[in-house]
């Protein structure tokens, strides 16, 4: 069953991967389109951007503190602090795609956003073992181009049209709660529950700091509490 | 600032976080403390995103009635670890948000 599977076939596969997660990509990429092009004052400028970085949460903050007045180095470090967890899944899916050519696996890492990761990673595996291994890539190719696509039309979307949307409709919601489901699958280790308590607080705790200090302060003290915790676990 | 060297800058930046396991696992292996550090930055960041807004009006704690965020995020929260489905939980804590908003 399925043991062979043309590139075609995965690519296709791939994209249907994806469909669940439109929900969440549709109004993230209007709401994320539309601030943006209300800070940078240009529709061209906020799409560019939107489309490059190809990572939501990482241009919400950048662009935010942007509006503060933050300077351009302190945007980068929000932008590596926030994405630091596509090391995360890089990580998990380079045994997948280390047998390509560098050109491959470069454009690839392109397509490494959440969900693209969290909605492939299974099927990777399982094909990993089977005959399908040989054209898996095109699964994960299928998934992130679909994505991509589908957030750079919202984000368009949502740059032209953006300041027809009402506040009322509680769109910056929609992210927040797609994060919550991303973490519904991650808080299952005592550890990362303990890490994900110790950021949420502190980050609470300091949200009134200008330039997302609180969001670093957050994130510094979960991954603190995180290592701490699984010294203890580890018995030493 | 202008808009060309942002983009560059913070696509650059976010490239590296994609590209740099990738090149690096070709050549080394992971040593368990850095994958277990790594680890952790998923919890961290997501949590420090979402509790401040959830919880926080303009930097201030707000925990009444009056922040449907709250309640939306509780349904969203069990819709997500009961069904796994994405889609459910997003309809579900918006659907809260705005049955509570209108009720008031």
Do not use: C
């Not at chain 1, 069953?1 to 991967?17: C, E, K, Y």
């Not at chain 2, 913070?10 to 396991?21: C, D």
């Not at chain 2, 990738?22 to 790594?38: D, S, Y």
């Not at chain 2, 994405?86 to 948000?97: D, E, P, R, S, Y």
Request: hydrophobic share 60%; charged share 10%; glycine share 8%.
């Amino acid at each position: 069953l399925n043991s062979i599977l043309t590139p075609r076939a995965q690519f296709l596969d791939g994209m249907r991967a994806q469909l669940p997660t439109l929900a969440g990509v549709i109004p993230f990429g209007l709401a994320a389109g539309a601030y943006t092009a209300n800070v940078l004052n240009s529709a061209p400028g906020a799409i560019a951007l939107h489309a490059a970085m190809f990572a939501g949460r990482g241009q919400m903050i950048a662009v935010q503190m942007l509006d503060e007045g933050a300077p351009l180095l302190l945007l980068m470090l929000a932008a590596l602090i926030v994405n630091l967890r596509n090391m995360v899944y890089a990580a998990g899916l380079a045994p997948h795609i280390n047998h390509l050519s560098p050109r491959w696996r470069a454009f690839l890492a392109f397509f490494i956003v959440d969900t693209v990761f969290a909605f492939t990673i299974e099927r990777l595996r399982r094909d990993s073992a089977s005959a399908a291994a040989a054209t898996r890539h095109f699964y994960l190719l299928g998934s992130g181009v679909f994505t991509f696509v589908v957030w750079t039309a919202a984000g368009i979307i949502g740059a032209v049209f953006g300041q027809r949307i009402p506040g009322s409709w509680g769109l910056e919601l929609v992210p927040q709660l797609a994060f919550i489901y991303v973490l519904s699958g991650n808080l299952r280790t005592r550890t990362n529950v303990i890490a994900g308590m110790a950021a949420g607080l502190v980050a609470t705790a300091f949200a009134w700091l200008p330039l997302q200090l609180g969001l670093f302060a957050g994130v510094l003290a979960g991954m603190a509490a995180g290592m701490l915790a699984g010294q203890r676990e580890a018995g030493t | 600032m202008s808009t060309f060297l942002l983009i560059v800058a913070l696509t650059a930046v976010t490239y590296f976080t994609r590209i740099i396991m990738i090149v690096l696992i070709g050549k080394t292996r992971l040593t368990p403390r850095m994958a277990q550090v790594l680890n952790l930055t998923v919890p961290a960041v997501f949590m420090a995103i979402v509790a401040p807004v959830i919880l926080t009006s303009a930097g201030a704690l707000n925990l009444t009635v009056v922040n449907a965020r709250i309640p939306a995020a509780l349904v969203a929260a069990v819709i997500a670890f009961r069904t796994r489905s994405m889609a459910l939980t997003i309809g579900a804590g918006m659907l809260t948000f705005w049955l509570w908003r209108f009720l008031q």
